[in-house]
């Protein structure tokens, strides 16, 4: 299995940025997304698998080849860029069989895998075009069907829709996933967009301060987050500092009830709090066994694809709630409310002390 592994793998810019020592495995046929804001590693991380940069310490081992210091040409990896990068002087056909070309693929060879490409990317009839003559979103296109062309032993891509508008973009996507599903490519994806994570990669590595803080399926991430980071980065909305003790979390000067594994821990840490765990309750609703009441007031709301979004001041906090509304419901800002949410599914990240590498 051609899988691609970093072993203690690190790389240093002095003065400006640190990729702390990375272990990761990217399995063959799986489409891996790294997420994080500007400025983590991803796209340093990235350059260390093209083979674009050379780590100070560590080894890349692609199946069973060593390929740390193999030069980027050598590796066999297709790469698609944040801008697309094409030959200006050449046609559309002749930058999808540039990489071809160089393989010494025949002429009549490299011209029909270059049309098939060009027709699998949706610009059949474009090839004896120019990239000047292209939007935005056809030339990065044609710099997909040029990396694809080569059947590359892994596809690297460094946010390469980034640049195109809404509507663009998502057609892009759909591309790229329905490519994958296809030809099964081993893909690693730079992206700073959750959403985009989440609708393309099996699995996610998170980063942040150039570390990777968790690697997991999306929801696994989403439901499991072992960092309060990890949490904010995939847009977690309540998430509170604090202390927890005696079975309670006390943060500013509000407070909540977890669950009975708690009773005798003493610890400061986080709270992730998702806003789909509560649920208004209103005169004479049902509560269960597992559910813990907590109070606020409503400070805004709204009404959105099916649920309320719904605002509520608790003590100094302000938490999000989603919820589905019920036939009867009546909701307005300034109203008191009371909250249920089942103890069970809310978590407790202790802090956790730095290490320094």
Request: with cysteine.
């Given at each position: 299995?051609?899988?691609?592994?970093?072993?203690?793998?690190?790389?240093?810019?002095?003065?400006?940025?640190?990729?702390?020592?990375?272990?990761?495995?990217?399995?063959?046929?799986?489409?891996?997304?790294?997420?994080?804001?500007?400025?983590?590693?991803?796209?340093?991380?990235?350059?260390?698998?093209?083979?674009?940069?050379?780590?100070?310490?560590?080894?890349?081992?692609?199946?069973?080849?060593?390929?740390?210091?193999?030069?980027?040409?050598?590796?066999?990896?297709?790469?698609?860029?944040?801008?697309?990068?094409?030959?200006?002087?050449?046609?559309?056909?002749?930058?999808?069989?540039?990489?071809?070309?160089?393989?010494?693929?025949?002429?009549s060879?490299?011209?029909?895998?270059?049309?098939?490409?060009?027709?699998?990317?949706?610009?059949?009839?474009?090839?004896?075009?120019?990239?000047?003559?292209?939007?935005?979103?056809?030339?990065?296109?044609?710099?997909?069907?040029?990396a694809?062309?080569?059947?590359?032993?892994?596809?690297?891509?460094?946010?390469?829709?980034?640049?195109?508008?809404?509507?663009?973009?998502?057609?892009?996507?759909?591309?790229?996933?329905?490519?994958?599903?296809?030809?099964?490519?081993?893909?690693?994806f730079?992206?700073?967009?959750r959403?985009?994570?989440?609708?393309?990669a099996?699995?996610?590595?998170?980063?942040?301060?150039?570390?990777?803080?968790?690697?997991?399926?999306?929801?696994?991430?989403?439901?499991?987050?072992?960092?309060?980071?990890?949490?904010?980065?995939?847009?977690?909305?309540?998430?509170?500092?604090?202390?927890?003790?005696n079975?309670?979390?006390y943060?500013?000067?509000?407070?909540?009830?977890?669950?009975?594994?708690?009773?005798e821990?003493?610890?400061?840490?986080?709270?992730?709090?998702?806003?789909?765990?509560?649920?208004?309750?209103?005169?004479?609703?049902?509560?269960?066994?597992?559910?813990?009441?907590?109070?606020?007031?409503?400070?805004?709301?709204?009404?959105?694809?099916?649920?309320?979004?719904?605002q509520?001041?608790?003590?100094?906090?302000?938490?999000l709630?989603?919820?589905?509304?019920?036939?009867?419901?009546?909701?307005?800002?300034?109203?008191?409310?009371?909250?249920a949410?089942?103890?069970?599914?809310?978590q407790?990240?202790?802090?956790?002390?730095?290490?320094?590498?």
């Open positions: 299995m051609n899988a691609l592994r970093l072993e203690s793998v690190s790389k240093e810019y002095p003065g400006t940025f640190q990729l702390q020592k990375t272990d990761l495995c990217i399995h063959e046929g799986e489409f891996f997304a790294l997420l994080g804001p500007s400025g983590c590693g991803k796209t340093t991380l990235l350059r260390l698998i093209a083979g674009l940069a050379y780590p100070d310490l560590g080894e890349i081992w692609f199946g069973s080849q060593r390929i740390t210091y193999v030069p980027a040409e050598k590796r066999g990896f297709g790469m698609v860029f944040q801008l697309p990068l094409l030959f200006p002087h050449m046609t559309v056909e002749d930058n999808v069989a540039f990489g071809l070309k160089m393989q010494g693929v025949s002429k060879q490299r011209h029909r895998h270059a049309l098939e490409m060009l027709e699998y990317v949706g610009l059949a009839g474009y090839g004896s075009r120019y990239p000047a003559e292209l939007s935005g979103g056809q030339q990065q296109r044609v710099s997909l069907a040029r694809l062309v080569a059947k590359p032993k892994l596809l690297l891509m460094d946010e390469p829709f980034s640049s195109l508008d809404s509507e663009i973009r998502e057609e892009m996507q759909e591309l790229v996933k329905r490519m994958h599903q296809e030809y099964k490519t081993t893909i690693v730079v992206t700073h967009d959403d985009e994570a989440f609708l393309l099996n699995r996610i590595g998170v980063m942040q301060n150039g570390k990777i803080l968790q690697v997991g399926k999306p929801q696994e991430l989403y439901e499991h987050p072992v960092h309060h980071q990890v949490a904010l980065l995939l847009g977690a909305k309540n998430v509170w500092q604090g202390e927890l003790r079975g309670y979390f943060s500013g000067d509000a407070h909540i009830q977890l669950h009975d594994g708690y009773g821990t003493k610890q400061t840490g986080w709270l992730i709090l998702r806003p789909e765990i509560f649920r208004v309750v209103q005169e004479n609703g049902n509560v269960t066994k597992d559910d813990r009441m907590i109070e606020g007031t409503i400070k805004q709301l709204s009404f959105r694809q099916g649920f309320y979004y719904i509520v001041h608790i003590g100094s906090h302000t938490l709630v989603i919820e589905k509304p019920e036939r009867d419901m009546r909701l307005f800002p300034g109203q008191p409310v009371r909250l949410y089942d103890r069970n599914k809310i407790f990240l202790p802090d956790v002390p730095e290490r320094k590498e």
